[in-house]
């Protein structure tokens, strides 16, 4: 049985300096923090994704653009620096 999803907004600051804005999906009762803390998931999906400050990736063909929206990504755990919630 699926629990019910919370849509939580979010601003995540990549180890590479890139800003990522969007939208994680967190169970119910659960907290962000417990969210992104999750061990066994490797991979976070972010919908409705920002990227700002992409001038440091190489990885990506985002490098020319300084603001781009995807309607998902996964990112992966261990890029991320820092995460605050909006």
Not at 24 to 40: I, K, P, S, T
Not at 58 to 79: A, G, P, Q, T
Request: charged share 25%; with cysteine; hydrophobic share 45%.
């Amino acid at each position: 049985m699926k629990l019910p999803r919370i849509k939580q907004k979010v601003k995540i600051i990549c180890t590479d300096g890139s800003f990522v804005t969007g939208f994680v999906h967190v169970a119910e009762g659960l907290r962000v923090l417990d969210f992104f803390n999750d061990q066994q998931q490797i991979f976070i999906a972010i919908t409705d994704a920002t990227f700002q400050n992409l001038h440091e990736v190489h990885s990506f063909k985002l490098v020319n653009d300084m603001y781009r929206k995807k309607e998902i990504i996964f990112l992966n755990r261990l890029s991320i620096k820092w995460v605050e919630e909006l």
